[in-house]
Nanobody
Framework: QVQLVESGGGSVQAGGSLRLSCAAS????????MGWFRQAPGKEREGVAT????????SYADSVKGRFTISRDSAKNTLYLQMNNLKPEDTAMYYC???????????????????WGQGTQVTVSS
């Protein structure tokens, strides 16, 4: 079972930036999808961005396109989410997740992932 540990969350003002990190233990499968998801109080968990192993192809939710960038460092087994121009509506608990590759684009549906981290809180004030 892969272990995922998120970090980098915090409190920022609107327009600010944060970079989230997700450190992963070794994943035994060669092809997989990794992603960032978020859940605001009283709302369902939603997909933010995903990336495939190997090719590194990415996909984004419309709400974050042009502001967020997902990337990974395979040598460090670490996933990143660079978040720029943050808005109050980005406030949520952010989670990373991983599962077997099912085809591009990697799904933004949280139900497609079985391995999750514990989350890191992002709070954006106006």
């Amino acid at each position: 079972q892969v272990q995922l540990v998120e970090s980098g969350g915090g409190s920022v003002q609107a327009g600010g930036s944060l970079r989230l990190s997700c450190a992963a233990s070794t994943y035994t499968h060669n092809l997989y999808c990794m992603g960032w998801f978020r859940q605001a109080p009283g709302k369902e968990r939603e997909g933010v961005a995903t990336i495939t192993s190997g090719s590194g192809r990415t996909s984004y939710a419309d709400s974050v396109k042009g502001r967020f960038t997902i990337s990974r460092d395979s040598a460090k087994n670490t996933l990143y989410l660079q978040m720029n121009n943050l808005k109050p509506e980005d406030t949520a608990m952010y989670y990373c997740a991983v599962d077997l590759y099912v085809g591009w684009p990697c799904p933004l549906n949280p139900n497609a992932y079985n391995s999750w981290g514990q989350g890191t809180q992002v709070t954006v004030s106006s």
